[in-house]
């Protein structure tokens, strides 16, 4: 039954995204400064607002992993700029800033930094609470993959996060995600059937080292070699646009065994997700490798049918990538090249959804 409601919301919604063109006039954005208490952090971000003077609903943006800046960037894309003026000019205020440790903001930037992630967040909540024109009862977070993890952290640690947006967001526990990440390169890449079995096999030896707490000098080597194959199973331009392992093995290896990134490997969404209350609206692209839908946002619908959400939908996107263009491959090669950011469809399917879950004309 839920997921005929979602075919329907989802027609529902593509008839209003080909009627509503879009627009980056209507709104003003100033620079801001504000602190993350639990570590007395300085974040400094940008506040998009709406020109009218209504009550408005509100969103803080919730990155990647990776060191990034307020405007997410690929490239010459910038995905939460465009968010963000997209969503302000169709009257909704957006937060978004950079990461602790990243442009203008304080700290130190820690890969998979989970905990410190969310209370950034939930201080971005905080901060959009004092601004006049938002309403205290509309304001919500929108998490692109690592952030579809964070989001959903706070959404279950403060009252005032009243709906939650999910875009390629990790669905399952650290193997199966990378896992599914790997095989989806790889076949993106062109490799035949034999070099997906031999890839597999790869993936099955490289797995227990990677998780593993201590490595002797032996196995060290092993994972090191192992790793440098593995990445041989993906395109060469993607080998550039992610960073060349076979050159910086060394790097490579110690940021996949550190201590806050072996933790991901063991954290398994679901839990977390079941405990949701607060509406919620997840979306993949069906050509996403990073986050692939098939198996990450199947997890999610799982965990909210037989968790505590009562009103979410779930929506898989036609020829969309893990940052939501319209493309081709779903290759990370393929970002690059691909002239628009986020598709239309896309951001208007997220503000009509925020306006009709917010009861907001």
């Not at 201080?123 to 009862?137: C, F, N, Q």
């Amino acid at each position: 039954m839920k997921t005929l409601r979602n075919f329907f919301y989802y027609l529902l919604l593509t008839l209003l995204v080909s009627c509503d063109s879009y627009s980056n006039k209507g709104f003003s954005e100033k620079e801001i400064v504000f602190y993350s208490k639990a570590d007395e952090i300085m974040l400094s971000g940008t506040l998009t607002l709406p020109d009218n003077k209504d009550k408005v609903p509100a969103v803080v943006l919730i990155h990647g992993s990776g060191p990034h800046n307020r405007d997410l960037e690929f490239g010459d894309h910038k995905l939460f700029k465009d968010l963000a003026e997209y969503l302000s000019g169709k009257g909704i205020a957006v937060l978004r800033y950079d990461k602790r440790g990243v442009g203008k903001s304080k700290g130190q930037f820690i890969a998979y930094d989970l905990d410190n992630y969310k209370n950034d967040g939930i201080a971005g909540v905080e901060y959009l609470k004092t601004i006049d024109m938002v309403d205290r009862s509309k304001i919500g977070a929108i998490g692109l993959s690592e952030g579809g993890i964070v989001v959903p952290m706070m959404a279950n640690s403060c009252n005032d996060i009243n709906f939650a947006v999910l875009l390629g967001s990790p669905g399952v526990w650290g193997k199966d995600f990378f896992y599914a990440s790997q095989l989806a390169m790889t076949k993106a890449a062109g490799f035949n059937q034999s070099d997906i079995n031999e890839m597999t096999n790869i993936f099955d030896k490289f797995w227990p080292l990677l998780v593993k707490e201590r490595l002797n000098s032996d196995e060290e080597y092993q994972l090191k070699s192992l790793l440098k194959t593995l990445w041989n199973y993906i395109d060469l331009e993607s080998k550039i646009d992610l960073g060349y392992i076979d050159s910086n093995v060394e790097f490579w290896f110690n940021n996949f065994r550190s201590e806050k990134v072996r933790s991901f490997y063991n954290y398994d969404p679901k839990k977390i997700l079941s405990q949701l209350k607060c509406p919620i609206l997840a979306l993949n692209g069906d050509k996403d490798v990073q986050a692939v839908s098939t198996v990450n946002l199947t997890a999610i619908q799982n965990a909210l049918e037989n968790g505590t959400c009562k009103d979410f939908i779930t929506l898989e996107l036609k020829n969309h990538n893990h940052i939501f263009q319209i493309c081709k491959t779903g290759k990370v090669s393929e970002y690059k090249y691909i002239k628009g950011t986020m598709s239309d469809e896309s951001l208007s399917l997220i503000e009509k959804w925020i306006k009709t879950t917010t009861k907001t004309e």
